[in-house]
């Protein structure tokens, strides 16, 4: 039996965005099923658009993500002279030829082929040249059967017929002696014995041309797999204006690698009505029959939903550890690892993203909070003076906060000012946060424990003094207004 050898070959021209990442995903998950091989390879023939930065980050985006390789990464531009020995060979045996016809002159046939109303193919003048200019540089091209259908027998998509004439006699090597797409790929996938060629749909026009080339070389074919695009949530093409889209994106706003696969796996290919999986699980499970013809919409509200389910999953010395950074990004120097841990602790079920994380825990971390403008009107008022002095006189009395005292206390005032508990709890809240809404107030108590929860009140207590002279000034003095 055969040994699976699956390939990703992203060209390094910017990031890697979701729908290459996918595309590694499902390569990388059919290698790992079938236990084959997984290879990388990166296409950078395009010397004037690939960068080492963007290579770089190809890399570093799928060691996140934990789609490792078997072998490469290979480099395109180290292989260039296999492209031309094979693109000579085809020459040397009628299957390809060369092609003087300057930039300008080929502009010129495909503009008057368009007048025409004619498709814009090559009128194959260098096929039947006698003669060849002896300085003049040359790209070499070709030579496509004219009759009869290219079939793609697609794993994904089902057959696909092509008709020959409709192709072009396309330029294998260029002028400059790098080759094109559609040949350097056919090579390289020959090379490295790649048994199965599963990329984005926007390539299944590429394969008719490929397969005549593999054909010509006399190799056998590959089984191809053209999975469906991704789209935006308007089932639109997928754009900025949708969101991320390139996973370190995704990383920087804070999602888990384990839920961005989890998330993107299911873009296409389904498995009843299962969501979470892990990567033993997904390892056991995929197959390419269970991914669909149709494009798949992005749903930023399920990623979402997934990561939050694996942050609460996540080993806590460990969330500690990669929600630090994000943390450390808006400011804050963390030395007490204790107050950490409980920060994360009090958050680890209401936050859905690592950033989301560090922002909600700021008030934790910060010396001098910042009250929200509404919450502070609503309930930092005169009324609530007695309720901190009081708090403060019993916690003077604690050695430490513990939440269950803390729950008690709140309890207490709450019945004997005979108010409901909201109206203990909501001016504690807004004086300890800065905002409305945080986790149980009592927790939070607990987590800043008694010297920064008293400091807090007091300092609250000066707001409302200062706010409560502020209006009581204008309103006997209009004119300050």
């Not at 709140?410 to 504690?428: C, D, H, M, N």
């Amino acid at each position: 039996m055969t040994t699976v050898r699956t390939r990703f070959a992203p060209s390094p021209t910017g990031d890697l965005h979701i729908g290459g990442a996918r595309t590694a995903l499902f390569n990388w998950l059919l290698a790992r099923h079938t236990g084959g091989a997984f290879i990388l390879r990166i296409e950078d023939t395009d010397v004037a658009r690939s960068t080492r930065e963007s290579i770089q980050v190809i890399l570093d985006a799928m060691s996140w993500l934990g789609l490792d390789w078997d072998e490469g990464p290979f480099y395109q531009t180290e292989r260039v002279f296999l492209y031309r020995e094979m693109a000579n060979q085809l020459v040397n045996e009628g299957k390809a030829y060369r092609c003087f016809c300057p930039p300008e002159e080929l502009e010129d046939k495909r503009e008057a082929a368009m007048k025409a109303g004619l498709k814009p193919k090559y009128d194959r003048t260098c096929l039947h040249r006698k003669a060849f200019p002896p300085d003049r540089p040359f790209a070499i091209r070709f030579l496509s059967p004219e009759e009869g259908k290219t079939l793609v027998e697609d794993l994904i998509q089902g057959r696909v017929e092509f008709d020959n004439s409709e192709l072009d006699d396309l330029i294998i090597l260029r002028s400059d002696g790098f080759p094109t797409y559609n040949f350097s790929v056919v090579v390289d996938d020959v090379t490295m014995k790649i048994t199965h060629v599963i990329r984005g749909n926007d390539h299944l026009n590429n394969t008719p041309r490929q397969i005549q080339i593999y054909q010509a070389l006399g190799y056998p074919l590959p089984k191809f797999g053209h999975v469906p695009m991704i789209l935006g949530p308007d089932k639109k093409k997928l754009s900025k204006r949708h969101g991320a889209q390139s996973v370190m994106e995704y990383q920087k706003m804070g999602y888990l690698p384990q839920a961005v696969v989890n998330y993107l796996v299911r873009l296409g290919w389904s498995y009843g009505d299962q969501e979470e999986f892990t990567l033993k699980e997904l390892i056991e499970k995929f197959t390419l029959e269970a991914v669909g013809k149709a494009a798949a919409a992005v749903n930023p509200g399920k990623l979402d939903w997934l990561n939050s389910q694996y942050i609460k999953k996540t080993e806590t010395d460990e969330l500690v550890r990669i929600v630090l950074p994000f943390i450390e990004d808006r400011g804050y120097s963390i030395g007490d690892s204790d107050l950490l841990r409980k920060a994360v602790l009090s958050f680890r079920e209401r936050s859905k993203t690592l950033a989301e994380m560090a922002e909600l825990s700021e008030f934790y971390f910060c010396e001098k909070i910042v009250y929200e403008e509404a919450a502070a009107q609503k309930f930092l008022k005169g009324e609530s003076l007695p309720i901190f002095e009081e708090v403060i006189e019993s916690l003077l009395k604690e050695a430490i906060l513990k939440k269950e005292s803390n729950h008690h206390l709140i309890q207490r005032l709450s019945e004997s000012r005979q108010e409901p508990l909201v109206k203990i709890a909501q001016p504690l809240r807004v004086a300890l946060t800065g905002r409305a809404v945080s986790p149980p107030i009592d927790e939070v108590m607990e987590v800043l424990g008694k010297e920064k929860v008293i400091q807090r009140l007091r300092r609250a207590m000066e707001y409302i003094v200062k706010s409560e002279i502020r209006i009581s000034k204008s309103e006997t003095n209009p004119k300050s207004k």
